[in-house]
């Protein structure tokens, strides 16, 4: 049970830092981004190539999170700031193109086999009474708390409270001598940097595939639906909550149903908390 | 300007009603020549053709629901899956190909009802993750019924019999008739009431229900009506497919719609076709290599939504309006 709880947590803390990703671009941007997980693939084979270079794993990861910040600021730059006049659903479907070109690009740069991402915590353990607890997942655990503490501080910060301007209401805070552009990359920077953590986190626990990223999008944007898509604590605690409830899940009910179990919280809580969530939006031009 | 989102992709003559009507003789020759189309081409590239046909089909669906009502429901992968494996599986059981195909229909329906029904209160991308996480779990249904649908193994589907006629023609030509009967039912319906409703949804929802519409009930038609369809494509995908398995139903599968969707212009009956065309053609000719595949899909999909949100059917329609203003300037001159 303890086992299947911290398991949980291991995985809700992979949602939840790419669900806080997802909420900070779409603070900032008004993009719904579906490529978030992907984004954070690059980072991730280029910080593995560099350990078996010989590097310290630490400064191997630090150097992937830096080309993580650097492929979403010029994601940003390229293809999502000229068209930022364009509504949620065109930008929805060109983050989906982006995921497919993403995904592709690295493929064909690092081969597609799998391989794993061997830190000297990714193996073994310590066992507490009956229970064995893998470092990895104390670590993913302390990481998730620690950045999201982080990231609430820094949201009081004055770049914090630009961000906020900016989604609150663009007009009027580019009157204010807010520089949107700026700060829109600075959110895809941040966004893609955190989603690279987490995709480390999980190809640590995991193995490092293409494919390792398509699991996580769903569930991280269920999460951000917890969060109301503004809430980064809701998004956060919905992200962890949803990693526990799935493990769970996968215990008492069986293993099918653990992956189907988020999305059938989804649709629940839309189905329940629509008006509400209506309220939220703002009308954006009638 | 409206509030929903899918309206900066569609383009003005969609909300125009005088829009330029293709004409009958293009319509009737191209119809025409599809008919004749076995007597030249051999088996291999007829069942390519009807593959087309069929991604077309199930692109219309979602084309009147994104297109037309503004919705975005992105559940018409699982609306897929749920038509082939219904209707195989009814055939199988002995039910009549056609009335499974009917049956399923309807049922499809009623799930894209349920499917619909945040759709009334809920827009936008909310409404877009409750469709997407709505299509997943009818993949999951199939996958966790695997003592009916045969789970993760696959499931193979019983053919049908065409009396001895050859199979691949045969299939050709249901999927010419259900695209043909498809085309002039949704033309007909799109150019009258409901399709002037339907884009008054869109639109204007606002001031909608002061001229007597219900945003509700025309939101609810659009998903009934996207998610049917989808589920006949699936019956045809099936018995052209000759197997199943949930993998092909997969978020890649409503990629792929959505490539046809977007490249091939949303809000515009043809563009489903140009785009299905365009899919088709991509994956046959990169058939061995699915990473450029997955390239060409991706960047074009970007570059469509950049550089041309009308899609394919919107290039027409460009050029001539370039062509005519040049031409009204030459006679202003005079």
């Known amino acids: ?286 | 300007m409206s509030l929903n989102t899918a309206t900066s992709l569609i383009p003005d003559w969609v909300s125009n009603p005088k829009r330029p009507v293709k004409s009958s003789i293009t319509r009737y020759s191209l119809l025409a020549g599809m008919v004749i189309l076995p007597w030249f081409l051999g088996g291999y590239y007829i069942y390519i053709v009807s593959l087309v046909l069929v991604y077309t089909l199930g692109t219309l669906g979602m084309n009147v629901m994104i297109g037309w009502t503004g919705q975005i429901g992105l559940a018409v992968a699982g609306f897929f899956g749920l038509g082939a494996y219904a209707t195989s599986i009814l055939h199988e059981r002995g039910l009549p190909w056609i009335l499974a195909v009917v049956g399923v229909g309807l049922f499809a329906a009623l799930i894209g009802f349920i499917d619909g029904f945040p759709a009334v209160r809920l827009f936008g991308f909310f409404l877009a993750i409750a469709s997407l996480a709505f299509g997943d779990l009818i993949l999951r249904v199939i996958l966790e019924a695997d003592g009916i649908t045969g789970g993760g193994g696959g499931y193979s589907v019983q053919l049908l019999d065409f009396w001895g006629f050859d199979r691949e023609i045969a299939l050709y030509y249901i999927c010419l008739l259900a695209i043909v009967a498809f085309m002039v039912f949704v033309g007909r319906v799109l150019e009258g009431r409901l399709g002037r409703t339907m884009r008054a949804v869109n639109n204007i929802e606002i001031a909608a229900p002061s001229l007597g519409i219900a945003p509700p009930k025309y939101k609810l038609i659009a998903f009934m009506f996207s998610g049917s369809i989808a589920a006949l494509a699936g019956s045809i995908f099936a018995q052209l497919l000759t197997y199943l398995s949930p993998d092909m139903f997969k978020t890649s599968l409503l990629i792929t719609m959505l490539v046809m969707l977007i490249v091939g212009g949303v809000g515009s009956l043809w563009g489903s076709f140009a785009g299905a065309i365009f899919v088709v053609f991509v994956q046959e000719w990169l058939q061995a290599f699915a990473v450029y595949q997955r390239i060409v899909f991706g960047v074009s999909l970007m570059l469509c939504i950049g550089l041309l949100p009308g899609g394919i059917a919107s290039i027409g329609d460009k050029a001539r309006a370039k062509f005519g203003k040049r031409q009204q300037r030459v006679t202003g001159a005079e």
């Open chain 1, 1 to 286: 049970m303890i086992q299947q709880i911290l398991s949980g947590l291991e995985a809700g803390s992979w949602y939840a830092l790419l669900a806080v990703a997802i909420v900070i671009v779409m603070k900032a941007t008004d993009v719904p981004n579906f490529a978030q997980a992907q984004i954070g693939m690059p980072g991730s084979y280029a910080a593995v190539n560099l350990i078996n270079e010989g590097l310290n794993p630490i400064l191997a990861m630090i150097c992937g999170i830096a080309l993580g910040y650097v492929i979403g600021a010029v994601i940003e730059r390229v293809a999502i700031r000229p068209l930022s006049s364009l509504g949620h659903f065109p930008m929805l479907v060109m983050t989906i193109g982006l995921t497919y070109a993403l995904v592709s690009l690295v493929t064909l740069t690092f081969k597609s086999e799998p391989r794993s991402f061997t830190t000297p915590w990714s193996e073994g353990g310590f066992t507490v009474g009956d229970l064995y607890v893998p470092y990895i997942q104390i670590i993913t655990i302390i990481t998730g708390v620690v950045l999201a503490l982080i990231l609430t501080y820094f949201f009081r910060t004055t770049w914090g409270v630009r961000m906020r301007a900016i989604s609150e209401n663009p007009g009027v805070s580019r009157l204010l001598g807010i520089n949107s552009g700026l700060v829109s990359n600075l959110a895809w920077g941040i966004g893609a940097a955190i989603s690279t953590l987490a995709m480390m986190l999980h190809t640590q626990a995991t193995v490092l595939a293409d494919s390792s990223a398509d699991p996580l999008i769903l569930k991280a944007f269920v999460a951000a639906v917890l969060g109301s898509f503004t809430s980064l604590s809701g998004a956060f605690i919905g992200g962890l909550a949803i990693g526990v409830i799935e493990n769970l899940t996968g215990m008492w009910i069986g293993t099918g149903w653990k992956e189907a179990v988020s999305l059938i919280i989804v649709v629940l809580y839309l189905f329940v908390r629509m008006p509400s969530l209506v309220k939220s939006i703002k009308p954006r031009e009638v």
